[in-house]
């Protein structure tokens, strides 16, 4: 093998690689491995689904669906379901995955964005990264859809709404989607082809070279005793990290199946086949495109006209902030650089105390989004608090001008009096509790000088530009 492979060579390199041992690096790992478990469980599910809009009368194991006309792609979800051994295990494994994979994908970000590991030389990493998140987004609406139930229907129907708000073109994009008047006959064959081939291969390919880069670039590491800008210290990848790799996949393994096992998610029975003249009675969207539908509800209807043509303003800006909150995340890492002059190669992480703007920004965009997402599920907000609907929207639209500027200014503060409080731990040492009368008569703690390693994670740092305060 290693004569017509060459794979000692690579071996030898690449297997006594070293890896730092920490806790946020697992978020990383969940995004893989519950990435592998929609591959696996969605090669399954197409054994038995048919994407197909052909009308069938249904008769099956659900009794209170049999002899109703429906779509032959929902028929096949309630055969998946009900008479598959197995089949909803799966279903519902799938959708949980596909949950937690975008979840951990956000939450691996956030953790990469507050501890500033996007820096020089990882940026392309980072808008792979992000391309990624994008990505899992659409893939995970085209998924929720193909079932062609009266919820997914529902999406669809927001989908097309927000096509034909779209000036000039947008019954041209409708169509084109749809293949004809909506709903039309193709949709789900066409959302098929898109989820299960198209967006999962190039989202394998990124993943492949997301992985390879962070190999090439190296682990970055938080500071501390021995580590410089120009070593990793950690753990060899074989055989301690890929033991414990392993082990970590089963875990997510177990815990996903565990989850879809008693954790009942999207039961398309209890909605019926799509009708296009029903819709279903507290539709919600799943939380990752959430906030998308609440830049909507809480939207004023506003409408222009200009030569004949009729601008919805309450569908067409929210489908254009929609990706520009996105799009801020992806070209962050080029904005920071740009605005702090900060061009130095960056293997060590950020405290995110050390960094009060970039901290800020990230608590002000996290702010705006759960926002958003209340906004998005208005209806059951006012329902189960017994409020006014118009009394919650209206608190959203005040909420997303407030809430993201007191949220930065708050978190700024709080960062620079932890650094205030680190400089006096430096100066004077942890207290102890113990309490000492001076021969004068004051009385006064005494103070325990920290250890060489803790100096080292309190101080090892160069005090970084602002992004707001930048120096000639």
Request: glycine letters at 10%; aromatic letters at 12%; hydrophobic letters at 45%.
């Amino acid at each position: 093998m290693d004569g017509r492979l060459g794979i000692h060579t690579l071996g030898k390199r690449y297997l006594r690689k070293v890896f730092p041992d920490h806790w946020s690096f697992l978020l990383g790992e969940i995004c893989l491995y519950s990435f592998v478990v929609l591959i696996l469980t969605g090669i399954y599910l197409t054994l038995f689904f048919h994407p197909s809009m052909n009308e069938v009368t249904y008769h099956g194991s659900c009794v209170p669906l049999n002899g109703i006309r429906m779509s032959d792609a929902y028929a096949s979800t309630l055969r998946l379901s009900f008479d598959v051994r197995g089949g909803l295990l799966v279903r519902q494994l799938h959708h949980w995955a596909a949950l937690v994979f975008i979840a951990a994908m956000l939450t691996h970000m956030m953790r990469h964005f507050f501890t500033g590991s996007f820096r020089k030389p990882r940026e392309l990493n980072w808008v792979f990264g992000w391309t990624l998140l994008f990505l899992g987004l659409f893939e995970g609406l085209f998924g929720y859809s193909l079932p062609d139930d009266l919820l997914s229907g529902t999406g669809m129907r927001f989908v097309d709404g927000a096509l034909l708000s779209v000036p000039i073109v947008g019954t041209y994009l409708s169509m084109f989607l749809f293949g004809g008047e909506y709903p039309g006959h193709d949709i789900v064959s066409r959302f098929y082809s898109l989820h299960v081939l198209l967006i999962p291969g190039i989202m394998a390919a990124l993943v492949v070279v997301h992985i390879l880069l962070v190999v090439y670039h190296k682990h970055t590491q938080f500071a501390g005793p021995g580590r410089t800008e120009r070593n990793v210290v950690g753990a060899p990848f074989m055989p301690v990290y890929l033991a414990k790799a392993g082990g970590f996949f089963f875990l997510v393994f177990g815990a996903l199946t565990v989850l879809a096992a008693v954790a009942s998610i999207n039961p398309v029975w209890s909605y019926g086949p799509y009708r296009a003249d029903q819709v279903s009675t507290g539709a919600q969207p799943d939380w990752y495109l959430g906030f998308a539908e609440g830049l909507v509800r809480v939207m004023p209807g506003w409408e222009v006209t200009f030569w004949g043509h009729t601008l919805v303003l309450g569908v067409l800006i929210p489908i254009v902030v929609f990706p520009l909150l996105l799009v801020l995340i992806g070209g962050y890492p080029f904005l920071e650089s740009w605005r702090t002059g900060d061009t130095r190669e960056h293997h060590l992480l950020d405290r995110p105390r050390n960094r009060p703007t970039r901290t800020g920004i990230g608590v002000a965009w996290i702010s705006l989004y759960l926002i958003l997402l209340a906004g998005g599920g208005n209806d059951i907000v006012a329902t189960r608090l017994h409020l006014s609907i118009n009394t919650v929207t209206w608190a959203v639209r005040v909420a997303v001008f407030v809430v993201p500027a007191a949220a930065f200014a708050v978190t700024r503060r709080i960062c620079l009096g932890l650094q205030l409080r680190d400089a006096e731990l430096v100066s004077h040492g942890r207290e102890t509790g113990v309490i000492k009368r001076l021969p004068h008569g004051e009385y006064v703690e005494l103070h325990r000088p920290l250890d060489q390693a803790e100096l080292h994670t309190l101080t090892a740092h160069r005090r970084p530009r602002e992004l707001v305060d930048r120096e000639p």
